[in-house]
């Protein structure tokens, strides 16, 4: 099954619209610390299938799942995908491309 996915610059216009689509970084608790977007929530790959089965609830809810470089979201959107969900992007270049491209601030690891 073939993962959607979109740029930094199409998450960023998603993420500033009317109604959001939820953040999902699945980097570990040590990345995040380093760098996030504001407003993602962390749930890290190395606790799925569980912490995902827990947090992530609504199949049709809109989601964008990021990583440092898209390589964990990707295999992240790809199990929700498989699992029912509707609604699933990954955001190519993760969190190291929204630093390159986006927003600066962000460190880059």
Not at 13 to 31: Q, T
Not at 93 to 105: L, R
Request: aromatic share 6%.
């Amino acid at each position: 099954m073939a993962v959607p996915e979109i740029s930094v610059a199409e998450a960023h216009r998603r993420l500033s619209g009317p109604v959001p689509p939820r953040l999902i970084d699945v980097r570990e608790a040590e990345e995040f610390a380093i760098a996030g977007i504001a407003g993602a929530e962390l749930l890290p790959l190395s606790q799925w299938p569980a912490l995902a089965t827990e947090k992530l609830t609504d199949p049709a809810q809109p989601l964008l799942i990021h990583c440092h470089h898209g390589g964990r979201s990707g295999q992240a959107a790809a199990f929700l995908l498989h699992h029912g969900f509707t609604d699933v992007t990954n955001v190519a270049g993760g969190i190291d491309a929204w630093s390159q491209e986006i927003d600066p601030s962000v460190p880059r690891y």
